[in-house]
């Protein structure tokens, strides 16, 4: 969970699964010359939790060394939890909760909803119209949607929630929605700490999906930019589809164009009504706050959350692979290989092994496949490898890639790729190598914990997906366990061919 599952230069379309680097970088948490494991012992002696009786969480580290606060609200829900055919609501919903409420983003909300109203039965009347192709009716039906479109934006007021934060000194206000979750987060000064609690409160206790048909139409452009029209995003879902069976793994987190065309308001307040419930909902706040003021205020704001039952986890088991899989995808581009391999969820005691074993082969210069592919070889410009695609939340995969290099094709890399991957099942690692590697992972988790934003967002997915926040302190504890032995009895069990899925793009020429 600690390491992002993939080069965000190769795969932007992937965004809406990480935090912006500027926000990241907000307050520093550690002195570069402290030592890691006293100050997270010290940290974690300085956090309070309680949980409201609505069941939603509140995690929270007191941190004065300068006056701002960074808040995350950790919603556990994400892609694999949508309906079949409703692909794409819950990032849907994530771009319409800045929207507003009954009171933020309208002028005039009664007159508002009875044009929302129209627009909602208008749109249930042209997908009747589609099903009966009935093109007259259509046509009449698609201009009554655009003039009652031009109605209700007359009474929004645009992107008002986002001024109230930037007029108040908030800064770094987003959201990104992953196959597992769905985060929202941004910081404010110390001083804004019950504005913030009366507009995150207000926004997921009274939202107002305004705006549905045009945020509709931003969505597709966004799908058709990262996915349609981007090899890599074609690709990645051809290869995801591939790879899973049965698990919504295989599903894109944008959703199918199909899907998205064809939801509804009704779709996305229903998928809200099962899954934005207090027990569905983490918080955390890390700066200068006092934690007492913070429980009176949740109380008075977030208690007014109605009672849930938080939303069992998904029991579609993926079907164990008994054969290697392939898929290629033709497109003018750089050819890239990717390799997959089934793999445990996050909670399984030897994940922490494999994200060993992805350091090995791909963190830094003096990895194994940089030396190997990219210096040595030259038959790559980059390649990596990573768990936690496209999630970790379930069984998921640890996938390798590698883009080729001018002049050399795909078969080279998949012989020098696999050879390196072979090595770890033959080879036990060298103590050196293990070392440098673990010193790696404890760098990275200091990297996440440094900053109040990043320590934030950790505490609650931690508490999220573990259940515990305290498991993220662990993690020291896992990785310097982890033995050479480890390493290669992790490897032979996975990769195997009938583990194996296969991904090519390869370059075409259109003219």
Known sequence: MLKKFFTWCLLTFLIWNIFPSSVLAKTSLINEHQSIQPYLEKVKANITEFTLDNNIKFIILENKQAPVISFVTYVD?????????????????????????????????????????????????????????????????????????????????????????????????????????????????????????????????????????????VILEERKLRTDNSPI?????????????????????????????????????????????????????????NPQEVKTMAQEYFGRFPTTTKPANLTINEPKQTKTKEVTVEYPSQPIYLEGYHIPDSNHPDYVVYDMIGSILSDGRTSRLYQSLVEKKQIALMAQGFTGFPGDKYPNLMLFYAMSAPNRNLDELETALHSEIEKLKTQPVSDDELERVKTQAKAGLLRGVNSNAGMAKLLAEYQAKTGDWRNLFTRLDDISVVTADDIQRVAKETFTPENKTIGRLKTVNNN
């Open 233 to 289: 995003g074609k690709m990645v879902e051809a290869f995801l589809d591939t790879a899973f069976t049965q698990h919504p793994y295989k599903r894109p987190v944008i959703g199918y164009e199909t899907d998205i065309v064809n939801l509804t308001r009704q779709d996305v307040q229903n998928f809200f009504n099962t899954y934005y419930g207090g027990s569905n909902i983490t918080i955390a706040i890390v700066g200068d706050v």
């Open 77 to 217: 829900v994400g892609g694999a939890n949508e309906p079949d055919g409703k692909t794409g609501v819950a990032h849907f919903l994530e771009h319409l909760a800045f929207k507003g409420t009954s009171e933020i983003g309208t002028n005039n909300y009664q007159e508002e909803k009875i044009i929302l109203d129209k627009l909602d039965q208008v749109f249930d009347e042209i997908k009747q119209a589609k099903k009966e192709g009935n093109e007259e009716k259509l046509a009449q039906l698609e201009t009554q949607l655009r003039e009652l479109n031009a109605q209700a934006s007359k009474f929004v007021n645009q992107n008002e929630l986002g001024q109230i934060i930037e007029l108040e000194g908030g800064v770094g206000l987003n959201a990104a929605t992953s196959a597992d979750s769905t985060v929202y987060f941004y910081n404010f000064p110390s001083n804004k700490l019950e504005l913030w609690m009366y507009l995150e409160s207000d926004r997921f206790l009274n939202p107002v999906f305004r705006e549905f048909y045009t945020e509709k139409q």
